[in-house]
């Protein structure tokens, strides 16, 4: 049987620097990676290592592949095509979702069920937004979610946490859970530790979660842009400061591949909340189109603002 590792956790938690961990890493493993993603554009696929087809060979040989909601057909297609290519299997989820559904997209199919067997359900949490997100106002439902649906739990983001409160954090985990609890700094872990463990527990699956409540919270939405242009370096700059300042505790994920005006180099843009990131990264190959590409994930995100401030950025508008 081919182990199936689930790697869920909340948005902007460090998953996919997790994935990135395993498709650099030189551990003589072959790993098919199967990425999900949640946001009305996908920009995961291209903040990914090598991505541009559906399905890729990493340069350790891992094989790689973006999904958008398909996944048991690309799952079928890994065991019937290149079943020699891989020994095990990472699904990445949205970092909006349960894994019960990935779990019972695997389990109620009677071909992936002679081939694959989930091996963990490994759960990010980011260290440094976690009281906000299990406490009071901002309270998420899929954080206690997928701390419950957990087999192993990896509390990352460790840099940004100070030593007691590293520790708190670990026992307020243990008290929502009894699985190991692993800490992480950028996702660095031994891959020993999360993958083909054989610590899946169907039993989780029918949990009730500690935290049900009955307050209303504001629907997660996402706005996508995608446009051509050049962008103005200063005007994105006081762009995305206005929008911290203005929308920061609502946007739980930011992400973005820009066009600056007179860079050769894609920009990349990463936001969780007020912490912010934004760097030149690989130059934009010669046939790869220029475009503009963002996703914002949060609540009560103005639509319009958003999408005609970005617009005020290029070049061409001034
Ligand atoms: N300081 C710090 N930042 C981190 C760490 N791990 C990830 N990040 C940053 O956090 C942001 C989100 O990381 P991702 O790996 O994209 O998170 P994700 O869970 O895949 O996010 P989604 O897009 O919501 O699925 C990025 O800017 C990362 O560089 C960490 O350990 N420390």
């Known amino acids: 049987m081919i182990p199936i590792t689930i790697l869920t956790g909340f948005l902007g938690s460090g998953k996919t620097t997790l994935v990135n961990h395993i498709l650099k890493g030189q551990h003589g493993k072959k790993i098919a990676v199967i990425e999900n993603e949640f946001g009305e554009i996908a920009v995961d696929g291209g903040l990914m290592l090598d991505a541009g087809q559906e399905i890729f060979e990493t340069k350790n040989g891992c094989l790689c592949c973006l999904v958008r909601g398909d996944l048991a057909r690309i799952l079928e297609e890994l065991v019937t095509t290149r079943k ?19 779990i019972q997209t695997i389990m109620l199919n009677e071909l992936l069920t002679s081939h694959f067997a989930v091996d963990a359900v490994v759960t990010m949490l980011d260290g440094y937004h976690l009281d906000r997100y299990l406490d009071g106002h901002h309270k998420e439902e899929e954080v206690y979610q997928q701390i419950a649906y957990a087999d192993i739990l990896l509390l990352n983001k460790m840099d940004l946490l ?68 050049a ?56 046939d790869e189109e220029r475009r503009n590409k963002l996703v914002f994930i949060g609540k009560d995100l103005n639509r319009n603002a958003l999408i005609e401030s970005f617009k005020a950025c290029l070049v061409q508008s001034e």
């Open 84 to 102: 020699d290519q891989f020994d095990m299997v990472v699904i990445e989820t949205t970092g909006m979702a349960d894994p019960g559904p990935v």
């Open 162 to 229: 100070d030593k007691d409160q590293g520790e708190q954090l670990i026992e307020r985990l243990q008290t929502l859970t009894t699985v190991p609890v692993f800490t992480t700094t950028y996702g660095t872990v031994h891959l020993d530790k999360i993958l083909n463990i054989g610590a899946f527990d169907l039993q989780r699956l029918q949990f009730d979660s500690p935290a049900h409540s009955h307050e209303r919270q504001l629907p997660m939405v996402s706005v996508g842009i995608d446009i051509d242009g």
């Open 231 to 286: 962008l103005c370096f200063d005007k994105l700059n006081r762009w995305i400061q206005s929008i911290l300042a203005t929308m920061g505790p609502n946007i739980y994920r930011m992400k973005g591949i820009l066009h600056v005006f007179g860079e050769q180099d894609r920009f990349i843009f990463q936001g969780v909340h007020m912490l912010f990131d934004g760097q030149q990264d690989r130059p934009w190959r010669p």
